[in-house]
């Protein structure tokens, strides 16, 4: 059972999976009293097929869902559309279920419960720098690490480092000031925005999965390479080691 979003197609759209009742109802009817174009899904299956059917700029994913794993939608949807904001709302709150939704491709999650004020906030602060972004026009050469922000790439000897899209942002943020220490604060304002309403956990379990997939390309590597190191500088921030 699915509940269709308005025919608007200006206003963004949005994928909400959600299989309880007033959970999905109170963010349909939000999200649609918001100047958004909500899609209600109930189970997995119909998520995806309704992503197949027609293109949505957000997905509102529950990871509870009655018949499949919240987190292969996230990894499906995440690999058939690489530009899809995609929002996890879970119940779980430890950090091992944190880094799975992120590395099934989650940008962001809420856990529940959750006001509407503050999920409409972060659609708003996600969409916002996604509208205003203006990449630089060159690749950033980080030693063998290739940095190429226009078409959102980022190579090893020509072979493409898959990071998530906060990690890639982490990066590129970092890559903006090399040897220079950036703040805690700072990379949350630039790859979170300065609303951020969550905890700055998120900067620490993203920078975890920036580093393990930087050491992943380099031991898969079938040339020797030459990384950038990211120090931890404790109390303050990181800083980009070239």
């Known amino acids: 059972m699915r509940m269709p979003a308005t025919a608007d197609r200006s206003r963004p759209r949005v994928l909400v999976v959600e299989d309880d009742d007033t959970i999905g109802r109170h963010l349909h009817n939000g999200l649609r009293g918001n100047d958004y174009a909500p899609t209600w899904s109930r189970t997995g299956a119909t998520a995806l097929a309704e992503a197949a059917r027609s293109p949505y700029d957000v997905l509102l994913l529950d990871l509870g869902l009655p018949d499949m794993d919240g987190l292969d939608v996230a990894r499906a949807l995440r690999a058939r559309h690489p530009d899809l904001l995609i929002v996890v709302l879970t119940a779980r709150t430890d950090d091992i279920d944190v880094i799975a939704g992120l590395d099934a491709g989650a940008d962001d999650y809420l856990v529940k419960p959750f006001s509407l004020s503050v999920l409409l906030a972060r659609l708003r602060a996600h969409l916002r720098r996604r509208t205003v972004a203006t990449p630089p026009p060159e690749p950033v050469h980080l030693t063998d690490l290739v940095l190429d922000v226009s078409a959102r790439r980022c190579t090893l000897h020509d072979k493409e480092v898959p990071l998530r899209p906060k990690e890639f942002d ?61 120090t931890t500088l404790r109390g303050h921030g990181y800083r980009l080691e070239l």
Do not use: C, Y
């Open 170 to 230: 982490l990066l590129a943020v970092l890559a903006q000031h090399p040897g220079e220490a950036v703040s805690r604060e700072t990379l949350m304002a630039e790859v979170w925005d300065e609303n951020w309403f969550g905890s700055t956990k998120t900067l620490d379990v993203t920078m975890a999965g920036l580093r393990r997939h930087l050491t992943e390309a380099a031991d898969t590597s079938a040339h020797p390479s030459s990384l950038p190191r990211i």
